[in-house]
């Protein structure tokens, strides 16, 4: 019998990636410069997002976040890294194929979570996995 909730939750995980996959492609392809289309982006999320922390933490924000200031500014200066190498190559070549490459951290986040953390790795990922894989293969012939 199929699990409607968990359905409804992939499909509308489905359309988000699509979303902002296209929002990603045609945005840095329209600013001209993926270095110009993440500054702005990173400016305007760089303001938020701290600003919302303040207001729901207050006083407790600097302490909260002091334990994990140095991992977090490495965390972020990586992921910046990363979400600028992914709008550089969609400034290079068809979305579909970049998208795919892109998503397929998903594996490698499973792989790090069996590795490092002990998470089972069992035949539903090993499957889930394995269908990743053939699906990104057939995007990337068709492209």
């Known amino acids: 019998r199929p699990h409607w909730p968990a359905i409804a939750a992939a499909l509308g995980t489905g359309l ?3 979303g902002y996959t296209t929002v990603d492609g045609v945005g840095v392809r329209a600013s001209g410069t993926p270095l110009g289309y993440v500054a702005w982006l990173m400016i305007l999320e760089g303001l938020t997002i701290p600003a919302y922390a ?4 207050r006083s407790e924000l600097a302490t909260q976040l002091r334990p994990f200031a140095v991992r977090g500014l490495l ?3 990586l992921s910046v890294v990363a979400y600028g190498l992914v ?4 400034t290079r070549a068809p979305l579909a194929p970049i998208a795919a490459l892109r998503e397929s951290s998903i594996i490698v ?10 998470e089972r790795f069992g035949a539903p990922r090993i499957a889930a996995a394995g269908l990743m894989v053939v699906g990104i293969g057939l995007m990337l012939h068709t492209s």
């Open 16 to 18: 988000a990636i699509a």
């Open 54 to 57: 303040y207001y729901r933490r």
């Open 75 to 77: 965390g972020a200066a």
């Open 87 to 90: 709008l550089w190559a969609q």
């Open 109 to 118: 986040g499973a792989a790090i979570g069996a590795l490092f953390f002990k």
